[in-house]
């Protein structure tokens, strides 16, 4: 029996320091964890349970050589596209129902990554109660740098998260400021769906989002987790 159609590739993520890759399986994204995005953004920060979107895994861009920033490309259908600069969690060991004090077993590593985000149609879909998907999970739509070990980087639940375009910081905060920290927000994940290995977990962006244009070089960073570049094209 074979495949009635050519088989694609699985997309992976390269692991810093190594000749192996992370093999993704789905990527989850939290909406709103951090205070001051969630005031940018028009609502009140209270701590109301986290929430979640998706992009395919395919959205995603690797960026593996801080020094030659990857291309990823402007997409269609906006005027408006924006950078979110987040902590990336690689789930290493799938589970359900994970409780908070065992959920950093789960993970495999971390990751520095973009939410791009066409904010028009995220907004209009918002706006109509319509679902984020177009706005959210459209191609090259998840640009991430390499997974560092947690054996290496350790767990993190503070530190340094900027990014800078062209050169000029643009959001700037610290980790200790996400409203539902990585445990937290894996155990809640993981009661609404089974976490598999190979997941990755976009964790939400701080304040300071705002439109790129084609030439923009994008400049991310976390800190025990290093350095991403990538340009628009
Ligand atoms: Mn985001």
Request: aromatic content about 8%; some cysteine.
């Amino acid at each position: 029996m074979g495949y009635v159609i050519p088989i694609w590739s699985v997309t992976s993520v390269p692991v810093a320091g190594s000749s192996d890759t992370f093999p993704v399986r789905r990527i989850y994204c939290v909406g709103r964890n951090y205070a001051a995005h969630a005031r940018e953004m028009g609502f009140d920060p209270d701590r109301e349970p986290p929430f979640f979107f998706t992009k395919p895994a395919d959205a995603i861009v690797v960026m593996s050589d801080p020094a030659k920033p990857t291309n990823v490309a402007y997409p269609p259908a906006t005027k408006n596209l924006h950078h979110e600069m987040e902590l990336v969690v690689a789930i290493g060991i799938g589970g359900a129902d994970i409780k908070v004090e065992d959920a950093l077993g789960h993970v495999f590593g971390y990751a520095a990554g973009l939410d791009m985000t066409r904010r028009d149609l995220q907004f209009a879909a918002r706006d109509k109660g319509r679902p984020w998907d177009m706005g959210k999970g459209f191609d090259q739509s998840a640009p991430c740098g390499p997974i560092v070990p947690a054996s290496e980087s350790g767990h993190l639940s503070k530190g340094l998260i900027e990014l800078k375009v062209n050169g000029a910081a643009k959001q700037k905060a610290n980790l200790n400021e996400l409203i539902w920290n990585v445990q937290e927000t894996i155990s809640y994940l993981s009661g609404l769906v089974r976490l598999e290995a190979g997941d990755l977990i976009y964790t939400g962006t701080p304040e300071g989002v705002g439109p790129v244009v084609k030439g923009d070089t994008l400049e991310g960073e976390i800190e025990g987790v290093g350095k991403f570049a990538c340009k628009i094209v």
